[in-house]
């Protein structure tokens, strides 16, 4: 079935470095989601990005989609310490399926 | 509106036991989804409605597990007979089709 595979699955930089974490997929979908979660607690919402779309950013935040290599990437630039956190792609799959990555743990040190 | 609400945040029952968890989707949302979230799974996608009707059950793990949705504004997962490997976290998120998908703050659930 389909689930993302997200690469790294860790990563530990510096505060001020740009972090980029990558998600694969295997069949086609209709959008991408990212999303932030901070250890043992919710899932926070950053930004969707549909399958006729092939970048969109929102402040700090740059998404790419690439529908022809199935993949997907999340920079974060200038990274803070309040960056750290797990990192989830959601996709968006036929019949309006919801399945997740298996997430990235970043480590912004500061 | 107040967002995906589940109950109860957290749970602990004993291993044989009933349990009933809770959400309520936000109003006007016409997909609602259930997910298990374990360090060693990930977070699994269980089964999901569309305008109130079960389209997708694959990812129940076991006949123990089963999810109704009544209602536009509410759906339930009981786990019955509880075990101790069902100790997980329990997220339910509701959307528009095609929309940004809104996550409730999840429950906590440890079998003992």
């Known amino acids: 079935s389909q689930q993302g595979e997200e690469d790294p699955q860790a990563l530990s930089i510096q505060e001020g470095e740009n972090a980029t974490m990558n998600c694969s997929y295997k069949t086609s979908i209709n959008n991408l989601q990212w999303y932030r979660q901070n250890s043992g607690r919710g899932l926070v919402h950053l930004i969707l990005?549909?399958?006729?779309?092939r970048e969109k950013h929102s402040g700090r935040l740059r998404v790419t989609l690439d529908t022809s290599k199935k993949s997907s990437s999340l920079l974060i630039t200038a990274s803070r310490a309040a960056d750290t956190a797990s990192y989830f792609c959601?996709?968006?799959?036929?019949?309006?399926?919801?399945?997740f990555g298996k997430g990235t743990l970043l480590t912004v040190n500061p | 509106d107040a967002g995906v609400i589940q109950s109860p945040r957290h749970e602990v029952t004993e291993m044989g036991q009933e349990v009933t968890l809770r959400c309520k989707p936000i109003?006007?949302?016409?997909?609602l989804f259930w997910y298990r979230q374990t360090m060693m799974r990930g977070l699994e996608l269980l089964i999901y409605?569309?305008?109130?009707?079960?389209?997708?059950d694959s990812g129940m793990p076991e006949d123990r597990f089963s999810a109704k949705m009544p209602n536009a504004s509410f759906s339930t997962l009981k786990i019955q007979p509880s075990e101790p490997r069902d100790s997980a976290v329990y997220f339910c998120?509701?959307?528009?089709?095609?929309?940004?998908?809104?996550f409730g703050q999840g429950t906590r659930l440890t079998v003992v």
């Open positions: 109003s006007g949302h016409n997909s």
């Open positions: 990005i549909r399958s006729n779309e």
């Open positions: 409605f569309n305008n109130n009707v079960p389209i997708d």
């Open positions: 959601l996709l968006g799959g036929s019949n309006y399926k919801l399945t």
């Open positions: 998120a509701s959307t528009d089709i095609g929309r940004e998908a809104f």
